[in-house]
């Protein structure tokens, strides 16, 4: 079974910035796509970032240039570095891992953004 554990939430200005990790539980991470989802209040789940075991990286246009994705897989660790943070990236995010039969989520940590 795989767990995924958030952690580097909180409160944040606007125009601050605040790192995401997510640590798996499991052999196989280097395998795992990863990806960072956020759900804002009254809002879908959507994509943020994603790291593929390659390294490859995709970012949805909302933060693109602000957020960087990244993964240590000595660690076992993918983590979402926020720059530039507007009031509008505050939402729950959860940390995703995918590879064919896994599909694992994380708690959620809450990211808000507000003066």
């Known amino acids: 079974q795989v767990q995924l554990v958030e952690s580097g939430g909180g409160l944040v200005q606007p125009g601050g910035s605040m790192r995401l990790s997510c640590a798996a539980s499991v052999s196989v991470f280097r395998a795992l796509t990863m990806g960072w989802y956020r759900q804002g209040p009254g809002k879908q789940r959507e994509l943020v970032a994603a790291?593929?075991?390659?390294?490859?990286?995709n970012y949805a246009d909302a933060v693109k240039g602000r957020f960087t994705i990244s993964r240590d897989n000595a660690k076992n660790t993918v983590y979402l570095e926020m720059n530039s943070l507007k009031p509008e990236d505050t939402a729950v995010y959860y940390c995703n891992g995918r590879f064919v039969a896994i599909n694992a989520w994380g708690q959620g940590t809450q990211v808000t953004v507000s003066s």
């Open positions: 790291i593929t075991s390659g390294g490859n990286t």
